[in-house]
């Protein structure tokens, strides 16, 4: 692996894997242009690392608060001053609980279906078709009137369906980050707090996707330096990112990204 395609694959990744634009599937196209033989092998190590410390940078001041509310909140219930029931008075502190409700279906999916999902990244044609659906899917999201994103409790059954649409983002081509906001958004979630949802929940998804699959032999086939520089790249790459969705998701513009996830698609069909 040559230090030229690590900074390329960390500059893709770090802009696909916030942008909703599939990381996955641009990652599988440009590979396959580069003549990389292991598609996967900088995708579950390298770049997830570099976007996973963007997220937790990016978001470091809501997981302060979920850590200091957590604690509170447990100490309350010891001493028998908050009943459970009274977990919405500490909101960062139900944030823990609704990820780690999303995080369970992702979890099965992943189980389930991660080696037919693998075999699907040897396939550009595949996520050539997958890439219109993420457009159609981020396209949808115009037809979402503001008075309907009203709410600002995520919930059980709410956390469960976005979990649901991280899962089935683990086939390449679909965007997780348009597929979870945009769930968030038709359950009538506030739009920040359907990106910021959106991005925490990503968090326990790539830290399980990259303990799964270390392997430090994998890093020797690299070399060191091009692995840490896939980290550092994609995670620059992936704050700015970062703050490009977040701002767009605010102002209702997701569906801009429609137009390119359609045409992307179209030409990757047509080059397979």
């Not at 395609?5 to 696909?16: A, C, E, K, S, V």
């Not at 599988?28 to 292991?38: E, P, R, S, T, Y």
């Not at 995670?235 to 703050?243: M, W």
Request: hydrophobic share 55%; glycine share 10%; charged share 10%.
């Amino acid at each position: 692996m040559g230090i030229e395609q690590t900074i390329f694959l960390g500059i893709i990744q770090g802009l696909t894997e916030f942008l909703p634009i599939s990381s996955s599937g641009h990652l599988v196209i440009f590979q396959h242009l580069i003549g990389l033989k292991n598609p996967e092998l900088l995708l579950d190590i390298s770049l997830h690392v570099g976007t996973l410390l963007a997220v937790l940078i990016f978001f470091w001041t809501d997981i302060k608060l979920m850590i200091y509310e957590s604690i509170g909140l447990v100490g309350n219930l010891f001493r028998k001053r908050n009943p459970i029931s009274k977990i919405q008075q500490f909101p960062h502190a139900a944030l823990i609980v609704w990820i780690i409700t999303g995080t369970i279906p992702t979890a099965l999916i992943g189980i389930l279906f991660s080696s037919f999902f693998q075999k699907m990244f040897g396939s550009p044609f595949f996520v050539g078709f997958m890439l219109i659906v993420t457009g159609a899917i981020l396209g949808a999201s115009r037809f979402i009137p503001d008075y309907f994103t009203k709410k600002s409790n995520i919930g059980l059954m709410l956390s469960f369906a976005v979990g649901i649409a991280q899962g089935a983002a683990i086939i390449p081509g679909i965007s997780r980050s348009g597929a979870t906001i945009v769930c968030g958004l038709f359950c009538g979630l506030n739009r920040e707090l359907a990106g910021r949802f959106s991005f925490l929940l990503s968090i326990p998804a790539i830290i399980g996707a990259t303990v799964l699959k270390f392997d430090i032999t994998k890093i020797t086939e690299i070399g060191f330096i091009p692995f840490f520089a896939g980290i550092v790249i994609s995670f620059l790459v992936g704050l700015i990112a970062l703050k490009i969705t977040m701002n767009m998701v605010k102002k209702g513009n997701l569906y801009y990204f429609s137009p390119y996830c359609l045409l992307a698609g179209i030409v990757t069909i047509f080059i397979a």
